[in-house]
């Protein structure tokens, strides 16, 4: 199956700082997914993206899919930015696969 | 537009017990999923619906754990019996299409 690797695996800003999350597949994928994972265990979809580049607010994504690759920026942190940052890929119809996930702390 | 309901939020059994989920999608969802999330990981998906049928359910441990989706709406995930193993969260997530939605979970400890 697929192969999900982010980095970094750990991520610690001060508010108001810039940061970029890294997703790479070991194989093609046309459903791509990030989420946000916040302290109280919720997840929140933040883009489907399976190529392209996507805004919403201060978070914007990008995947290069001929090179397997999805970027998650994040510009002027905020305390509640705070929580896990996963990926998930997969193809039309079959199974998302998780990342391990980012962990983000930004501090006030 | 309410989202996806799960209950309960929270469960401890002692191992060998049996335990039910109950989750209800965003409405006109055709596709429902349950996933495993352990401490520190992603989750896993366990079982996939469209509808009323199965799509995926090869990572679904099928000697204790079941899943049905009866008239294509709301769904129950029962495991019985449980290990100790089996102490993670349970996701419900819904999807119109491909991108998902998630439940709160239910955390599950078995003791």
């Known amino acids: 199956g697929i192969q999900v690797e982010q980095s970094p695996p750990d991520l610690i800003l001060q508010e108001g700082a810039n940061s970029t999350l890294r997703c790479n597949f070991s194989d093609s994928v046309n459903n791509l997914q990030w989420f946000h994972q916040n302290p109280w265990g919720q997840l929140i979809n933040l883009f489907y993206?399976?190529?392209g580049t996507k805004q919403n607010g201060r978070l914007s994504a990008t995947t290069v899919a001929t090179e397997r690759y999805s970027l998650l920026y994040i510009s002027s942190s905020q305390t509640t930015d705070s929580g896990v940052y996963f990926c998930a890929g997969g193809t039309s119809g079959s199974r998302l696969t998780f990342g391990e996930g980012t962990q983000l702390t930004v501090n006030p | 537009e309410a989202g996806v309901a799960q209950s309960p939020r929270y469960k401890i059994i002692e191992k060998r017990q049996s335990v039910a989920f109950w989750c209800n999608p965003i409405s006109g969802h055709a596709t429902l999923y349950w996933y495993q999330q352990i401490l520190g990981q992603g989750p896993k998906l366990l079982i996939q619906f469209q509808n009323n049928g199965v799509v995926d359910d090869s990572q679904l441990p099928k000697d204790r754990f079941s899943a049905e989706r009866l008239k294509g709406v709301d769904s129950t995930l029962k495991i019985q019996p449980a290990k100790l193993e089996d102490s993670a969260v349970y996701l419900c997530?819904?999807?119109?299409?491909?991108?998902?939605?998630f439940g709160p979970g239910t955390r599950l400890t078995v003791l």
């Open positions: 997530a819904s999807s119109p299409l491909n991108q998902q939605f």
């Open positions: 993206i399976p190529s």
